[in-house]
T-cell receptor, first 115, second 115 residues
Framework: ETGVTQSPTHLIKTRGQQVTLRCSSQSGHNTVSWYQQALGQGPQFIFQ???????GRGNFPPRFSGLQFPNYSSELNVNALELDDSALYLC??????????????FGQGTRLTVV | GDSVTQMEGPVTLSEEACLTI???????????LFWYVQYPGEGLQLLLK?????DKGSNKGFEATYRKETTSFHLEKGSVQVSDSAVYFC??????????????FGKGTHLIIQP
């Protein structure tokens, strides 16, 4: 049990639609990251939020956007869905700023299917 | 850029056999190294980590040693169990443990343990 919860667990959307995925970080963590895991692949870093600001971004287009709220919960929004967006989306939380190496804890993911 | 290469599976072993899953990395900085495990239908769980050269991470009978000279972080276990069946991911982070560049993952190794 990591304390990172995601909703919904499964979702089916039509190409061109928009989707919002939600994540509740582990208590006390101030950093949230999102990853996309295609079938049979390792997770790919989408972006990270630290204290409500985007702190880093992987190689994903602007139609992938996010928010982090004061209670450290987070949303991932994807506009204009494409078939290739079908994947498991993982939220991860960490505690940054202590000077010590981080440990990142992952949620169970949201399985998005675009048809 | 940073990358992780791990042996591709599936790897099929009998219960109580010895396990080695190879992992090598390329990084521009001095990374922290991780092994994550993903059980069927679940998110990622941190298995072990090492943050500097010659460190040994260990957990649940699994071990991995950070070898800077060979840029490797091979996962080992002396006697595997059926419950170890899962997908194992090697990962690195140059910025501590999931910094602004996130974690870089390998493609994963599917381990199947037969009774």
């Amino acid at each position: 049990e990591t304390g990172v919860t995601q909703s919904p667990t499964h979702l089916i959307k039509t190409r061109g639609q928009q989707v919002t995925l939600r994540c509740s970080s582990q208590s006390g963590h101030n950093t949230v990251s999102w990853y996309q895991q295609a079938l049979g692949q390792g997770p790919q870093f989408i972006f990270q939020y630290y204290r409500e600001e985007e702190n880093g971004r992987g190689n994903f287009p602007p139609r992938f956007s996010g928010l982090q709220f004061p209670n450290y919960s987070s949303e991932l929004n994807v506009n204009a869905l494409e078939l290739d967006d079908s994947a498991l989306y993982l939220c991860a939380s960490s505690l940054a700023g202590t000077g010590a190496p981080w440990t990142t804890f992952f949620g169970q993911g949201t399985r998005l299917t675009v048809v | 850029g940073d990358s992780v290469t791990q042996m591709e599976g599936p790897v099929t072993l009998s219960e109580e056999a010895c396990l080695t899953i190879n992992c090598t990395y390329t990084a521009t900085g001095y990374p922290s190294l991780f092994w994550y495990v993903q059980y069927p239908g679940e998110g990622l769980q941190l298995l072990l980590k090492a943050t500097k050269a010659d460190d040994k991470g260990s957990n649940k009978g699994f071990e991995a040693t950070y070898r800077k000279e060979t840029t490797s972080f091979h996962l080992e276990k002396g006697s595997v169990q059926v419950s170890d069946s899962a997908v194992y991911f090697c990962a690195l982070s140059v910025k501590g443990g999931g910094g602004a560049d996130g974690l870089t993952f390998g493609k994963g190794t599917h381990l199947i343990i037969q009774p």
